[in-house]
Structure formats: C-alpha cells, structure tokens
C-alpha cells in the first residue's frame, strides 16, 4: 500500500476564511479521492480529484465551495472556502494505484474545527 | 442504489471474548467490491480486507475472520479472543465495479468496538 501524508494534521480556523489541505503520496498512484467524515458520522465522498483536469464532485458539493488540485501523480489539494461551523469535520484523501484498483487507501486525516 | 449497513451502532465486550460486527449490503450490480476498514481513536482509516462478489470463501486471518454470504447480502466481520487495542470503529463498505475505473465506495454508518479490560 501507499504511504500517504496529510497537512495540516489538524486546525483551528476561524468562521469565513479558507484553508488548503494537503495530501502527498510516496508513490504515482492514479486515482485520488477526497472525503468528509462530520463529527461521529460516516464517510461521505467530496469529489475524484482527476490529474490534468477539473475534479468530478459528488451530489451536494461544489467547486466553489471545495475546489481541488491535482498537479500531479503524487499530490492534491483540497480547500475549504469561506468556512462555517458546520464544516467542522475530518477531511480525508484516500488514493488507488491505477484505475482497476478497487482497494482506497486512506491518508492520516485532518482534524478541522471551525469556529 | 447502493446501501450498507450496520445495525450496530456500539458494541461493549469484555476482552477475551469474541464479537461479530454485522454488514448488510444492497446493490444491483453482479459485480462490486465489499471492505472492511478499521479506524481507531487516532482517526486513520485502516483497510482490512477486500471481498469481490465471486468469492464467496471465508477468510481468516489471525484473530479476525470474515463471513461473506450473498445469499443473505452479508459481509460480517468476527474478532476472536478480543484485546483493547481492538476497539475502534469499523467501517463496512461497497464499491461496484466497471472492469476499467476504481469505484466510488459506499461506507456505511460504522460500529463503534469498545473492549474493556
């Protein structure tokens, strides 16, 4: 499996201002995925960041609100704009080898609360 | 459309003792994916296992076993002589599967494991 790094690991952020998560992987992998997990709920898939072009977003999420970036095969950003307290939650990305890959492998996490 | 879920919301058990999660899962798909995902109190998502829907074998491995049953769409998860260091909340989850793309995958609600010493 890949070995998946996430910055920050966790922030405190006030009510209207963005933050950039990132997500670094040790190796190419195809696929990168972000997630939301609100506080004692399940996962729930923000969007499928596509390397070289716009990112595919899930029903409820929107790219002014979570724009990504995936400048490469090893990297991606997600940002959470104009952030409120219901976006407290931890943000995670997980990556897939290659596109037959069905198995997610998931980073550490960043622990958002926002106040 | 796709579903799963597990019934448990919190499981306590004294360690030692064994412990089944359920999973129940809905899709129309023949072919998809069913995983099993640990997430201790650190907040890491940790994979266990995967299951394609052709292989229904159970699998052990060390103190965990899985028992995949399409005929009931379950997909339950049993930790044998349970530690501390177990408890976590598990994920269950589904993807299906196109020959050629990594699916979207379908977690559901989570079981929160206590084991008390």
């Known amino acids: 499996s890949a070995v998946i790094s996430q910055k920050p690991s966790r922030d405190i952020c006030q009510r209207g201002t963005s933050l950039t998560i990132q997500c670094q992987v040790d190796s190419q992998v195809t696929m990168m995925f972000w997630y939301r997990q609100q506080p004692g709920q399940s996962l729930t898939l923000i969007a499928t960041a596509n390397q070289g072009s716009e990112a595919t977003y899930e029903s409820g999420f929107v790219i002014d609100k979570f724009p990504i970036s995936r400048p490469n095969l090893t990297f991606s950003t997600l940002t959470v704009s104009n952030m409120s307290p219901e976006d407290s939650s931890i943000y995670l990305c997980s990556v897939a080898r290659d596109s037959s890959e069905e198995t997610q492998y998931f980073g550490p996490g960043t622990r958002l609360l926002v106040l | 459309a796709q579903k799963v879920t597990q019934a448990q919301t919190e499981i306590s058990v004294v360690e030692k003792e064994d412990v089944t999660l359920d999973c129940v899962y809905e899709?129309?798909?023949?072919?998809?994916?069913l995983f099993w995902y640990k997430q201790p109190p650190s907040g890491e998502l940790v994979f266990l296992i995967r299951r394609n829907s052709f292989d229904e074998q159970n699998e052990i491995s060390g103190r965990y076993s899985w028992n995949f049953q399409k005929s009931t769409s379950s997909f339950n998860f049993t930790i044998t002589a349970s530690q501390v260091v177990d408890s976590a909340v598990y994920f269950c989850?589904?993807?299906?599967?196109?020959?050629?793309?990594?699916?979207?995958?379908?977690f559901g609600s989570g079981t929160r494991l206590s084991i008390r010493p």
């Open positions: 899709t129309r798909d023949t072919t998809y994916y």
């Open positions: 989850a589904l993807s299906e599967s196109w020959y050629s793309s990594a699916s979207k995958i379908i």
